[in-house]
């Protein structure tokens, strides 16, 4: 049988780590809306306390056919598929946003459904690959 | 166990593989180096600035996995008090501080041209700092500690709730809305990256694997010749 | 060499993870040889007596102090 110094330190640190991983489930479950770095266009729509003063973001995907670039602005439309929210946006735009590739944009509501972004940064997806293999992809789904 | 570990002869065969990676490491880093910056395609989204990731993602391979040895390490250690694995962990931990912050270096070039942003406090990206906090204080307990043995518990103790941050970083980017993208190679499923770009990455992680090897044996070595040196001045 | 533009980023991190990791490589290595020349320097101090008992008891000294002896 194992010594008794042995049992009684490996009771305490089982206690230890049981009562961390609780402390830690705690404070992830209080922080969980700090925690989402951007928020979806349904999550917009059901949220009762919409703040139009504070800097929030949205992500999802540019819808595509709906970008428009002229001198001034930007305009598109962010979806996640169930919603929408039309955004416009004066400034520089990352080399990878693109039509039907995930954004997120950072600015303030007008009101549920127009957001005016003062930054966008692009989000990429997990897929790699070489470019000869993406039109051969594309010319299947043709 | 004491005497196993003690063993002269382990201490010769370090010796031995210290060498023998020293004298393959050089090729295989060019053979490494050429696959990812010359002969691997570029990504059909993001171009060159793909071959990043070909020291990015090793390198944050490598910092969770060795914060994960030296957790479970820790654990036996502060049951079983083996003076032996708080050597090892005490020289794997200063490898996973180095891999940890290239990742993050790294990570925060690669944002820039793909993303628009250096920096952003996502969940990814601030667990990868939490478990960069996590090794300094794991290396600062042994520096504060002169009495070794409180050095050992306090240590271990950091290490075992530093391990609840390990799961936290994994699935950050599957559990909540994060800018970082979702892993692309899955340990079961198919891996969304392409077997040209895989094989560079595979090669990388080797080459580093065999650096951290390196590493940890030379630190090893030092721990045990500084025990040795200890035990003289006792006669 | 310029990479479409993202050479300067490509560039950037692969020079700053290999040379960060040749100092780190370096600095290893000079601590090694520090504790390897203290370690011989002390068995030197023993006396003769002490020296051989040390020697004969522990293959790790011997072996050691034999590295140490190859390098200079």
């Known amino acids: 049988m194992l010594p008794k110094k042995v049992k009684k330190r490996a009771s305490l640190l089982a206690i230890f780590l049981l009562a961390s991983i609780l402390g830690v489930f705690l404070i992830l479950n209080t922080l969980n809306k700090n925690i989402l770095y951007f928020n979806s266009p349904t999550d917009i729509k059901i949220s009762q306390d919409l703040n139009y003063n504070k800097k929030i973001r949205i992500g999802g995907m540019v819808k595509k056919n709906t970008l428009e670039i002229n001198n001034q602005e930007i305009k598109f439309i962010i979806t996640d598929f169930k919603n929408e929210i039309s955004v416009s946006f004066k400034g520089t735009i990352p080399n990878l946003f693109a039509e039907g590739k995930g954004v997120v944009a950072e600015g303030m509501l007008k009101d549920k459904r127009f957001f005016e972004a003062d930054r966008i940064l692009a989000k990429h997806d997990e897929n790699y690959m070489p470019p000869e293999l993406k039109n051969i992809l594309s010319d299947n789904v043709k | ?235 | 060499m310029s990479m479409g533009g993202y050479g300067i980023f490509v560039w950037s991190s692969f020079v700053i993870t290999f040379l960060v990791c040749g100092v780190f490589y370096y600095k290893t290595r000079k601590t090694l040889k520090k504790y390897e020349k203290e370690f011989a320097k002390e068995i030197e101090n023993l006396s003769a007596e002490q020296k051989k008992i040390v020697l004969e008891n522990s293959k790790i000294a011997s072996k050691i102090l034999s590295t140490y002896n190859k390098t200079i």
């Open chain 2, 1 to 235: 166990m004491f005497n196993f570990f003690y063993n002269s002869n382990i201490f010769i065969w370090i010796e031995k593989l210290i060498n023998f990676i020293n004298s393959i490491f050089f090729v295989l880093l060019l053979v490494a180096l050429s696959f990812a910056l010359i002969f691997s395609p570029p990504d059909y989204l993001q171009g060159d600035s793909v071959r990043i990731m070909y020291v990015h993602v090793p390198a944050a391979w490598i910092g969770l996995a060795s914060f994960t040895v030296i957790a479970f390490l820790s654990i036996i250690n502060f049951i079983f008090k083996i003076k032996n694995l708080t050597l090892i962990a005490k020289s794997i931990a200063p490898i996973g501080l180095l891999f940890t912050c290239i990742a993050i270096v790294t990570g925060s070039i690669w944002g820039q041209p793909t993303w628009g942003t250096f920096w952003a406090w996502d969940a990814r990206i601030t667990s990868m700092v939490i478990l960069a906090i996590f090794y300094l204080l794991f290396i600062l307990t042994h520096k504060y500690f002169l009495e070794e043995s409180k050095a050992n518990n306090v240590s271990s103790l950091i290490a075992i709730v530093g391990l609840i941050n390990i799961p936290i970083v994994k699935y950050s980017v599957e559990w909540w809305a994060t800018l970082h993208q979702p892993a692309s190679i899955k340990i079961s499923g198919t891996s969304s990256i392409h077997s040209s770009m895989l094989m560079p990455l595979l090669l990388m992680f080797f080459v580093l694997i065999l650096y951290c090897a390196l590493i940890f044996l030379m630190k090893y070595k030092t721990e045990i010749i500084r025990i040795k040196k200890k035990n003289l001045k006792r006669i």
